[in-house]
């Protein structure tokens, strides 16, 4: 192998990859980054995975001689970054499997691993659905769910992303046992003809999330038919991922179908009336509850927060307030990640008194019914004095 290209354009294929290297494994390769110059077009891959999560990126390239090399992943990174600008000549010693790089008066001799050990990273044959979505608004699609998924490893299901596709619509869902956060988005190109359930690691979506930013042209979703995986491809890049085993729950169950009480309030003005009482409870603790009243008769919200040791802080928004008043406690970094994500001015709190027993409490952006939010409320907490 012997090419040449921009310091630039290589910081930019490692860093694209980098995320997807295994920080610890037990094959040495896991920890390696792949530099395929192989395709003699004008540019190289690379590609770098964990078994679960593989991510390729393609940057230009003058190819003299093609070849392949997986090299450690931090060592050529902190190497290239601390290059100037300029063109890096990169020569493989295939009998010593050592890559040459030369940029101006910088050289270093990186011993790596045959690129043949490094796994395969993508499935043949012909996909079982292909769809091509807009990035900017599949970005902010993903970042209104994954944030909603569960981190706890004791229900592997969870920690992944259901995604249900058909040939009008994809329907995106996470849930961690305490929240849910539900996306549809209309598809009108979709190769799909079957229904489709997956359940896809949120690692792999956070990563197509990052790589969207000033990506212009559609992202192709492909599913494939043999095997259990898909594939998220970009202009210069792609994100290959293994699908997590199991049945997600049904989410349609989980959302109530009817309220007792429905307050609208401006969602600016809640997010900083939470944010100001959060300054008050234990957010990283079990003392992390945010208390909401529904004021029917003087049209508001009260928002209150309060600590033992803290203090109190209450915040009161004007609201449209249908059916009974109602108070319910949720988790304050809950709340907040919620509405962090709002983009619309109104945010309706829908309420279903049952008996006494707490019941789930639906949120709704005002005009936006592409997405719903759901969060198991509290057991009271303090009020303030």
Known sequence: MHLTCSQEN??????????????????????????????????????????????????????????????????????VGTLEQGQVELTLNAQTQTLRMICGRMVANIKGIDAKEFPELGATGTPKATIALEAKPLSEMLDRIVFAAATDESRPVLTGVFAKLDAQQLTLAAADGFRLSVQHTGIGNAECTETLGLVIPVKALQEVSRLCNGQLEPVKLIIASDRNQVRFVLSVSEVITQLIDGAYPDVTRIIPQTHTSRAVVNASELLNATKMVSAFVDKNGKANGIRLEADATNARVIVMGAHAERGDGVGDIDAAIEGEAFKVSLQAPYLLSMLERVTVPQIAIEFLQNGGQPMPVVMRPVGDTDFVHVMMPLVDVPTAA
């Open 10 to 79: 290589l910081a930019r294929g490692l860093a694209t990859v980098k995320s997807a290297v295994a920080n610890r494994a037990t094959l040495p390769i896991l920890t390696h980054i792949l530099i395929d110059a192989r395709t003699q077009e004008g540019r190289i891959r690379f590609g770098a995975t964990n078994l679960d999560v593989g991510i390729n990126a393609w940057i230009s390239a003058q190819v003299m001689e093609p070849g392949a090399i997986a090299v450690p992943a931090r060592l050529i990174t902190d190497f």
